[in-house]
Every structure is written in structure tokens, then in C-alpha cells.
């Protein structure tokens, strides 16, 4: 069964740091590209970045306004995929979701499977 | 970025009604639009890819058409289950974009 289970998240203070890790289990890691996704309470759906697959050198993008402040990695002997936070601001707050991609019919990549995300809070 | 445009934001539909929502981009994304749903409390799931292509186990009652700004996700019989939001994205660029979401409710 295709899993992902994220953890890390909690409440951090403005200014602070914080690391989301999502284990991946059921499909082979670095095969899929894998994404982060989060969304603000009572908010829609923000795509924050992705890391692609081994055949693409697992690069990564970014939504521009995250950019130097959120950075994402894997961990291959883990079979994990992190998203780490940096200089948070209030308006961070949110459920954090890290989503498998893999390729449509046109082999673009879309994302196809979700883990339950964890909840991050940055409060004074 | 390439803007999605959700409409409308919400809507009333009875068990049994065809429901229709629509997404608008701001530039041609060709066939990359998928939909997702998702339920109160709980993490989305993914409906539809490469704008009419079902993603596993997700039953015929939904269809996805479209191509270039324009899209459908349409709902033959809605059925109890089927109330929640649902969001558009397109995978055609970086960033990777969301529609703002069309709530689907009893009436």
C-alpha cells in the first residue's frame, strides 16, 4: 500500500525553524517526484515545492515567494522526504502536505497520492 | 504564475443532481489540470488528471473536459459522499498553481 506519513510539524515562534519530514513507503522513492503542499486554516490549496526523480537529478522548485527560506530534500536510505522552514512568519500557518507525483498519460508529472499533513503553528 | 479561476465558489445541489464546475486559467495550459476533492477535516484526494483521465478506484459519476483556459468537472448523480470542495490546479509551469476551490453543499 502507497503511504506517506508526514510529522514534524508544531508550534514555533516568529523567526523560528522547523523541519517536516514525510516517510514514503509502498512505491519506489526515487522514481516519483514528490511535492509539498500546504494550506492556511480555512484557506485553499498552495503549492510551496517539489523535488523530481532520480532520471532528473532530484532538482527542485519553488513557489517564488518561499524561495530561500523553505528548502526541500530527501533522504534515500530513509526513504524520506523533508521540507525545512526558516524565518517564519505568522502566516505560515498551516497544514503542511507532502504528495507523491507521477506521470499523467502525457508523462507530465501530477500528483496522485496525499498523506494526512501535519500541522504547523508559528505564534508568539 | 498562470492564474486558476474556479467557478462558482460554491453551490446548493440535491442527492441526484449533474452538478458542473468550471476552471478558467489565465494562459493556455494544454490537457495539464487535474482535480482533487476533499472533505471536512481531512487530506484531498486526486480525481482527475491530464483533464480527464481518472486516477484509480475513483468512480465514473465524475468526468473531466476541457483543453487550453477552459475545463469542466462534472458529477452525473450526486450522491451523499460527493459533498465537499473541490480544486482545480494546472501542472503546465512552475509554480504549480490551485483553483480557489468550489464548496459543493446539501440543499
Known amino acids: 500500500e502507497v503511504q506517506l506519513v508526514e510529522s514534524g510539524g508544531g508550534l514555533v515562534q516568529p523567526g523560528g525553524s522547523l523541519r517536516l519530514s514525510c516517510a514514503a513507503s509502498?512505491?519506489?522513492?526515487?522514481?516519483?517526484?514528490m511535492d509539498w503542499v500546504r494550506q492556511a486554516p480555512g484557506k485553499g490549496l498552495e503549492w510551496v515545492g517539489r523535488?523530481?526523480?532520480?532520471?532528473?537529478?532530484?532538482?527542485?522548485e519553488y513557489t517564488a515567494s518561499l524561495k530561500g527560506r523553505f528548502s526541500i530534500s530527501r533522504d534515500h536510505s530513509k526513504n524520506s522526504l523533508y521540507l525545512e522552514m526558516n524565518s517564519l512568519k505568522t502566516e505560515d500557518t498551516a497544514v503542511y502536505y507532502c504528495?507523491?507525483?507521477?506521470?499523467?498519460?502525457?508523462?507530465?508529472?501530477?500528483?496522485?497520492?496525499w498523506g494526512q499533513g501535519t500541522t504547523v503553528t508559528v505564534s508568539s | 504564475d498562470i492564474q486558476m479561476t474556479q467557478s462558482p465558489s460554491s453551490l446548493s445541489a440535491s442527492v441526484g443532481d449533474r452538478v458542473t464546475i468550471t476552471c478558467r486559467a489565465s494562459?493556455?495550459?494544454?490537457?495539464?489540470l487535474a482535480w482533487f476533492q476533499q472533505k471536512p477535516g481531512e487530506a484531498p484526494k486526486s480525481l482527475i488528471s491530464?483533464?480527464?483521465s481518472l486516477q484509480s478506484g475513483v468512480p465514473s459519476k465524475f468526468s473531466g473536459s476541457g483543453s487550453g483556459t477552459e475545463f469542466t468537472l462534472t458529477i452525473s448523480s450526486l450522491q451523499p459522499e460527493d459533498f465537499a470542495t473541490y480544486y482545480c490546479?494546472?501542472?503546465?509551469?512552475?509554480?504549480?498553481?490551485f483553483g480557489g476551490g468550489t464548496k459543493v453543499e446539501i440543499k
Open positions: 509502498g512505491f519506489t522513492f526515487s522514481d516519483h517526484y
Open positions: 504528495v507523491r507525483a507521477t506521470p499523467d498519460r502525457f508523462y507530465f508529472y501530477v500528483m496522485d497520492v
Open positions: 491530464a483533464t480527464s
Open positions: 523535488s523530481t526523480n532520480k532520471d532528473n537529478s532530484y532538482t527542485t
Open positions: 494562459q493556455g495550459i494544454r490537457n495539464y
Open positions: 490546479q494546472q501542472y503546465d509551469s512552475y509554480p504549480l498553481t
